[in-house]
């Protein structure tokens, strides 16, 4: 099946330092993916659609400067958050369609940020 | 902005209880979808519903969809621990390829 591997699980910088999470499609080609940040016990806030060969659509709210998408390939999307700050902590998640014409979607494992 | 509202936010029940989660909007979608998030993972799909009035079943899991395509349910039969997780639905109003999430049912199953 469709898998979409995230790396890294987990990441601690200090605070000022960007960090960079990748998104992969190891076994299917992918030119849409969605970002997502989720508070602890919360649900999923789409923050982001990365498209394949040109900009990303950001959603309302969120700071284009501050996290920086880059989607250079067909199975990577890539997912900076520069100048992290403690409140930029929190659990990030991507996830990629299947195929295309149908809006079912694989995530990733998610990534969890802390910025001290 | 669509919002797809879950109820109830927390359930705690023994093994072997029945329960069933709600998913209402007052807009209406093309398909729905239902995932279950562990802690620390991602969500897994468990199933997506289309038609109107549609009910799906996987094993004890029941799902569906209303009929004028705003609402669904999952029903859990004889919950066991394995169910426990975060149960989170997701709308798709067929425009922009973007789902829209509910606010998500943490379901927690005792021994």
């Known amino acids: 099946g469709a898998v979409v591997s995230q790396h890294p699980s987990r990441v601690i910088c200090k605070s000022g330092t960007s960090v960079k999470i990748e998104c992969r499609s190891l076994?299917?080609?992918?030119?849409?993916m969605f970002w997502y940040r989720q508070f602890p016990k919360q649900s999923l806030m789409l923050m982001a659609t990365?498209?394949?060969?040109?900009?990303?659509?950001?959603e309302q709210g969120v700071e284009k400067d501050k996290f920086l998408i880059n989607h250079a390939s067909l199975t990577l999307s890539t997912l900076t958050v520069t100048s992290a700050h403690p409140e930029d902590s929190s659990f990030y998640i991507c996830?990629?369609?299947?195929?295309?014409?149908?809006?079912?979607?694989?995530f990733g494992a998610g990534s969890r940020l802390t910025v001290l | 902005t669509q919002l797809l509202e879950q109820s109830p936010q927390f359930l705690s029940i023994q093994e072997g209880e029945n329960l069933t989660v709600y998913c209402n909007s007052s807009?209406?979608?093309?398909?729905l979808q239902w995932y279950r998030q562990e802690p620390g993972e991602g969500p897994v799909l468990l199933v997506t519903?289309?038609?109107?009035?549609e009910v799906k079943k996987l094993k004890r899991l029941t799902f569906q969809f209303g009929d004028a395509r705003k609402d669904s349910s999952l029903h859990i039969t004889a919950a066991q621990p394995g169910d426990t997780g975060l149960y989170l639905c997701?709308?798709?109003?067929?425009?922009?390829?973007?789902?829209?999430f509910g606010t998500g049912t943490r379901l927690q199953v005792t021994l």
């Open positions: 519903v289309v038609t109107g009035g």
């Open positions: 997701a709308g798709d109003t067929g425009t922009a390829s973007k789902l829209t």
């Open positions: 076994d299917f080609q992918a030119t849409t």
């Open positions: 990365s498209n394949e060969g040109s900009k990303a659509t950001y």
């Open positions: 996830s990629a369609r299947v195929r295309s014409g149908a809006n079912v979607l694989t």
């Open positions: 807009s209406v979608f093309s398909s």
